[in-house]
């Protein structure tokens, strides 16, 4: 049971917090795209007493002594993740999706090299080259975007902008973009400008583990991840490779006979720990590995499929409601709805959502006339309540409820209306109750 009685009694304070946020939780309703709930035996492996140990370095090979426990963990994580997505290598160590994505910018990057990545303002994710993070302020940066008519990316675009730029390393992938990437189309031009290609699935991982979207392994050089989000893991980053192969920077490394040059993995491995991470997380990793297994189970298949559906079935009744859905419609977990046309910004929409039970995140839209901080859209997704046992008809009927909040912002009623909604809110939400949530309440 998650009593967390000594936390209450030698804490209230923080125990209160968590309190709280488990009757939120519990009561209103989780439409963020990147977040989800996970088991209660993911998180009772990332409560455990793994969080006690040091383990720099990898299984068998470890800089501390007492690793035996730990590295079955380790071992089992990345088992399950090469099954998991039929990859030759993996590592689970770091921290977070932007340490992964670090790890390999840093592995096959120069600094002042040219990248290539999703605008952070189409869709992208920060680490793709943002002039705000290391991606953008340590390599040169160029940035490709989607079409202003349909939302989708150009590939023509990017080809040209591939051509021009001669980048070492294409990155495809997003936070906000409900359109599959074309990874083919991807590894052809990285091919003809020599440039690697790096997929970032932090959002879709789960639904391609589930073989509901299309496996990216075989069109890329690299593959990261955030564990946390479609994959139902703990907060997390992992990276894979499909195929090894030797490192293109020719680092060598000395043999008995000579010298070879370091295998990508070896380099890898390297830049994850000492390069930029020092212990691992070992609860988090026992987690990561709690987490794989589930997601090998053919419930997860399920789920995941169940996760693209409610997507659909909310889209469709977006779109039926006059909403401006970006790329017009979705293929895989969440939407983006630009909300020009209802006379509403992000921000506030947000606000009046939460102040109705839902938790939604402004967003920017492609070409967006607002700054990151209002914006002109708001994120939705169906990982979170798809995990709670919602389907199409609930997904259809927030969709509609949405649409209250949504339609009444301007109006004299607007407090009155969110109220109403926050109590249908909680009723649908306790009828699917979060499986190991109860205890605490
Ligand atoms: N913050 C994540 C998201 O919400 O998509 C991306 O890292």
């Known amino acids: 049971m998650m009593k967390h009685d000594i936390l209450k009694m030698q804490d209230p304070e923080v125990f209160a917090s968590i309190t709280g946020e488990v009757r939120r939780q519990t009561e209103t309703l989780e439409l963020i795209a990147s977040e989800n709930f996970t088991s209660r035996a993911v998180m009772e492996a990332c409560g455990s007493v793994m969080t006690n140990k040091y383990a720099e370095g990898y299984p068998g090979k470890r800089y501390y002594g007492g690793c035996e426990y730990v590295d079955i963990a380790e071992n089992l994580a990345r088992d399950r993740a090469k099954q998991l997505f039929g990859c030759e290598y993996v590592n689970v160590q770091p921290h977070s999706g932007s340490s992964a994505n670090m790890a390999v910018l840093f592995s096959v990057l120069k600094p002042g090299d040219p990248i290539m990545g999703l605008d952070l303002s189409h869709g992208g994710h920060l680490t793709h080259g943002s002039s705000v993070n290391f991606s953008g302020q340590l390599f040169d940066a160029h940035s490709y975007g989607v079409d202003r008519e349909t939302g989708i990316i150009d590939m023509n675009k990017v080809e040209e902008m591939a051509m021009q730029v001669r980048p070492k390393l294409i990155i495809a992938g997003a936070s906000a973009y409900s359109q599959g990437f074309d990874l083919k189309a991807f590894r052809q031009i990285a091919d003809k400008v020599g440039a690697l290609l790096m997929a970032d699935v932090a959002h879709p991982a789960g639904l391609m583990a589930a073989g509901v979207m299309p496996n990216p392994m075989e069109h890329c050089h690299f593959v990261t991840t955030t564990t946390h989000k479609t994959l139902r893991g703990p907060r997390g980053g992992m990276i894979m490779m499909g195929k090894d192969f030797e490192n293109p920077l020719g680092i060598t490394i000395k043999t008995k006979t000579g010298s070879r040059v370091k295998m990508m993995s070896e380099v890898m491995d390297a830049e994850v720990m000492p390069g930029i991470q020092g212990g691992p997380l070992m609860h988090i ?16 298949k399920v789920y995941a499929q169940q996760v693209k559906d409610n997507a659909a079935a909310m889209a469709a009744r977006f779109l039926g409601l006059g909403y401006h859905i970006v790329s017009g419609g979705t293929k895989n977990h969440l939407m983006l709805l630009d909300l020009r046309n209802k006379e509403v910004t992000g921000k506030v929409a947000e606000n009046l959502l939460h102040d109705a039970g839902i938790t939604v995140n402004k967003n ?9 901080f209002v914006t002109s859209g708001i994120r939705v997704g169906t990982p979170a309540m798809t995990t709670r046992g919602m389907k199409v008809a609930e997904s259809e009927q ?8 949504i339609s009444a912002a301007n109006q004299p009623d607007i407090a009155d209306v969110c109220k109403q909604v926050k109590a249908e809110i909680r009723e649908l939400c306790l009828s699917f109750p979060l499986d190991g949530y109860g205890p605490l309440i």
């Open 364 to 372: 920017m839209v492609p070409f967006d006339d607002k700054s990151p």
């Open 285 to 300: 990793i026992a987690g990561k590995a709690v987490a794989f297994g589930e997601a090998l189970q053919p419930e997860f």
């Open 398 to 405: 927030i969709a509609g409820l949405i649409d209250r909040v």
